[in-house]
């Protein structure tokens, strides 16, 4: 399982728009990896909303987010369309990159074992290796009666973690 300070695997997957990303294009840049599970459902639209309206926020931290899912380029591009999303979304239906950092295994739902996306996200600093993971993510959750926004925690924690590498 990757880890805190793991070089992150390389891939290359195809865009909404069938454009190839490659991570390794990105040397040098912060990277946002999230992986969620389907396209047009309500945890997976929360959080491609959060993240599209803290993009900006992003873009000025010189970082780039990309939502992955196994789930087709056209799936992407409706989902984006339909919701205004501006945040990148890659297609991974061979679930290759899923596997490979670890956000593809056995779950739990109602007693029921299976085998499905495990929301997780992951930062990528600019030499490529992995600044911080969080898996098992709740896109939204309550904490002393306050929502908590899983896009505004790795907005947070990114700030961090580039005032570290200052």
Same mark, same amino acid.
């Given at each position: 399982?990757?880890?805190?300070?793991?070089?992150?695997?390389?891939?290359?997957?195809?865009?909404? +728009? /069938?454009?190839? %990303?490659? $991570?390794?294009?990105?040397?040098? !840049?912060? @990277?946002?990896?999230?992986?969620?599970?389907?396209?047009?459902?309500?945890?997976?639209?929360?959080?491609?909303?959060?993240?599209?309206?803290?993009?900006?926020?992003?873009?000025?931290?010189?970082?780039?987010?990309?939502?992955?899912?196994?789930?087709?380029?056209?799936?992407?591009?409706?989902?984006?369309?339909? +919701? /205004?999303?501006? %945040?990148? $979304?890659?297609?991974?239906?061979? !679930?290759? @990159?899923?596997?490979?950092?670890?956000?593809?295994?056995?779950?739990?739902?109602?007693?029921?074992?299976?085998?499905?996306?495990i929301r997780s996200t992951f930062i990528i600093d600019p030499d490529g290796k992995i600044a911080w993971v969080w898996r098992n993510v709740r896109v939204r959750s309550k904490r002393k009666g306050q929502e908590i926004r899983h896009a505004e925690?790795?907005?947070?924690?990114?700030?961090?973690?580039?005032?570290?590498?200052?």
């Open positions: 399982m990757l880890d805190v300070g793991d070089k992150a695997p390389d891939f290359s997957l195809v865009d909404a +728009h /069938g454009e190839e %990303v490659r $991570l390794s294009d990105f040397k040098g !840049k912060w @990277v946002i990896l999230y992986f969620y599970p389907k396209d047009n459902t309500s945890g997976c639209t929360k959080e491609a909303c959060d993240f599209t309206e803290l993009l900006p926020d992003f873009k000025n931290m010189d970082a780039h987010v990309f939502g992955i899912s196994p789930d087709s380029s056209e799936s992407h591009k409706k989902f984006m369309e339909k +919701h /205004g999303l501006k %945040v990148t $979304l890659l297609s991974d239906p061979e !679930k290759k @990159v899923l596997k490979a950092y670890g956000a593809w295994g056995k779950k739990k739902n109602y007693g029921r074992e299976y085998e499905g996306v925690l790795v907005r947070k924690k990114l700030e961090e973690l580039q005032q570290e590498k200052r």
